[in-house]
């Protein structure tokens, strides 16, 4: 199978802090991983797309000096939220895409369990 | 701007029965639609249809794209409690040299009652 894993499942944390959330692909490697956020009864909203050694790519309207991105390895990447504010209080999920390649015919992304942030 | 509309936004049905699941979007370049299973926590993949009128099938569940009337179905037969969740639809756009972005509906909310 395709694991991603989501590190903390559930924070809660003080308005001006900052908080880092880890998205791991457990057994496969991931060149590309992708960021939503989703707010209640709405659709995921892609933030970024981060690529294994290089700048992350943002959506439209996404501050990337308030969400960090950093993909340091081909399973790691992690979103910093930096001085969260009580309206980025959302469920944030990741996604990290496989490579189609011997029984994987066509690349797929595959998502974590995401991670609910509540800012007071 | 790229859209995809989900309907209904919600359904309640019994046990056995069947349901059928719209997805309609308008975007700019196509490359796939994607089909999601959304319970408490991560989606999880169900079909990537690439191609008009093939179906495709896996138990209970089913799904056709039609890529002229830019729209797509997902089917669940004999609906059990399982079912379950939100289904949620999402339209694959290339970006050329860029890695591929996926543009979600809003989803449908599923309960099936005993």
């Known amino acids: 199978g395709a694991v991603v894993s989501q590190h903390p499942s559930r924070v809660i944390c003080k308005s001006g802090t900052s908080v880092k959330i880890e998205c791991r692909s457990l057994?496969?490697?991931?060149?590309?991983m992708f960021w939503y956020r989703q707010f209640p009864k709405q659709s995921l909203m892609l933030m970024a797309t981060?690529?294994?050694?290089?700048?992350?790519?943002?959506e439209q309207g996404v501050e990337k000096d308030k969400f960090l991105i950093n993909h340091a390895s081909l399973t790691l990447s992690t979103l910093t939220v930096t001085s969260a504010h009580p309206e980025d209080s959302s469920f944030y999920i990741c996604?990290?895409?496989?490579?189609?390649?011997?029984?994987?015919?066509?690349?797929?992304?595959?998502f974590g369990p995401g991670t609910r942030l509540l800012v007071l | 701007e790229d859209k995809v509309v989900q309907s209904p936004l919600s359904l309640v049905v019994h046990e056995g029965d069947t349901v059928t699941l719209n997805c309609s979007y308008e975007?700019?370049?196509?490359?796939?639609l994607l089909w999601y299973k959304q319970e408490k926590k991560a989606p999880t993949f169900l079909f990537m249809l690439?191609?008009?009128?093939i179906e495709k099938k896996s138990g209970r569940l089913s799904s056709i794209l039609d890529k002229k009337e830019l729209f797509s179905i997902l089917n669940i037969t004999a609906t059990q409690t399982g079912d379950s969740a939100v289904y949620l639809c999402?339209?694959?756009?290339?970006?050329?040299?860029?890695?591929?972005?996926?543009?979600f509906g809003t989803g449908t909310l599923l309960a099936v009652q005993p």
């Open positions: 996604s990290a895409r496989r490579m189609a390649s011997g029984s994987v015919r066509r690349e797929t992304q595959y």
């Open positions: 057994d496969f490697q991931a060149t590309t």
């Open positions: 981060s690529n294994e050694g290089s700048k992350a790519t943002y």
């Open positions: 975007v700019t370049n196509f490359r796939s």
């Open positions: 690439t191609s008009s009128g």
């Open positions: 999402a339209v694959e756009l290339p970006r050329g040299g860029a890695t591929n972005k996926l543009i």
